[in-house]
């Protein structure tokens, strides 16, 4: 079992930047694919970003591309996720969640989840 935290998020003005971290338990981290979901207000849950065991693969959604970075530490435990050029519709709740198959962007495929960190972009 693997316990993920989120932290990073907080207010940024459009075009700003900001780096979210999620530290994880327990001593088999880089056996799972890593990913980072977002839930806006009033919208369902959606995937971001996916990052593999290694860190030599990574996947994104078609609006982050570019200009979201995911990146991983197996050695500190530690997934990264650096937003830039941000905009207001990425404002959301950013969740950390770790899959031990092989999942990409489906929600159903992750195993375990953080509690959420709050990323808000103004106009």
């Known amino acids: 079992q693997v316990q993920l935290v989120e932290s990073g998020g907080g207010l940024v003005q459009g075009g700003g930047s900001l780096r979210l971290s999620c530290a994880a338990s327990g001593r088999t981290f880089n056996s799972y694919r890593m990913g980072w979901f977002r839930q806006a207000p009033g919208k369902e849950r959606e995937f971001v970003a996916a990052?593999?065991?290694?860190?030599?693969?990574?996947h994104y959604k078609d609006s982050v591309t570019g200009r979201f970075t995911i990146s991983r530490d197996n050695a500190k435990n530690m997934v990264y996720l650096q937003m830039n050029s941000l905009k207001p519709e990425d404002t959301a709740v950013y969740y950390c969640?770790?899959?031990?198959?092989?999942?990409?962007?489906?929600?159903?495929?992750?195993?375990?989840w953080g509690q959420g960190t709050q990323v808000t972009v103004s106009p």
């Open positions: 969640a770790a899959a031990q198959g092989l999942a990409w962007k489906d929600e159903p495929e992750y195993d375990y």
């Open positions: 990052i593999s065991r290694s860190g030599g693969s990574t």
